[in-house]
């Protein structure tokens, strides 16, 4: 029986390396493509008298170059990711609350922006007549 040992030679060794890391690169390239820049927008929003998270409340998200809109969830979490950086108006709505309008919120590529929200029990009185 026989021992037979295998050498690689440097230059193949460097050859298959080489090769190895360009398909390295060529197949990283589609995940370096996913980053873009979008940017969101999250929060709470609570009741400006008792600091109580409020669920439900719509939250709409207008700038020049995008619309979205979020909803509230059972702690008063809202978030919106995948908008293009620009100043945003939130416009929040919930019935019993009054209707809340903000501008001039940023958002920036590649962040998510944090801002939180009171709104005020609403006092029209809804008895139905005029």
């Given at each position: 029986?026989?021992?037979?040992?295998?050498?690689?030679?440097?230059?193949?060794?460097?050859?298959?390396?080489?090769?190895?890391?360009?398909?390295?690169?060529?197949?990283?390239q589609?995940?370096?493509?996913?980053?873009?820049?979008?940017?969101?927008?999250?929060?709470?929003?609570?009741?400006?008298?008792?600091?109580?998270?409020?669920?439900?409340?719509?939250?709409?998200?207008?700038?020049?170059?995008?619309s979205?809109?979020?909803?509230?969830?059972?702690?008063?979490?809202?978030?919106?990711?995948?908008?293009?950086?620009?100043?945003?108006?939130?416009?929040?709505?919930?019935?019993?609350?009054?209707?809340?309008?903000?501008?001039?919120?940023?958002?920036?590529?590649?962040?998510?922006?944090?801002?939180?929200?009171?709104?005020?029990?609403?006092?029209?009185?809804?008895?139905?007549?005029?």
């Open positions: 029986m026989s021992n037979k040992i295998t050498i690689v030679k440097p230059l193949a060794l460097r050859l298959s390396l080489a090769t190895l890391a360009l398909l390295l690169a060529f197949v990283s589609p995940i370096l493509a996913i980053a873009d820049d979008a940017g969101g927008i999250a929060g709470v929003i609570t009741d400006a008298n008792t600091g109580a998270p409020i669920s439900g409340v719509q939250i709409q998200f207008n700038s020049p170059s995008q979205a809109t979020a909803t509230t969830d059972a702690k008063g979490h809202f978030v919106v990711l995948s908008l293009p950086p620009d100043n945003y108006t939130l416009t929040l709505v919930k019935q019993g609350y009054d209707t809340r309008a903000v501008s001039g919120y940023s958002v920036m590529a590649d962040q998510t922006q944090q801002y939180d929200f009171q709104l005020t029990k609403s006092t029209a009185a809804s008895s139905g007549s005029p």
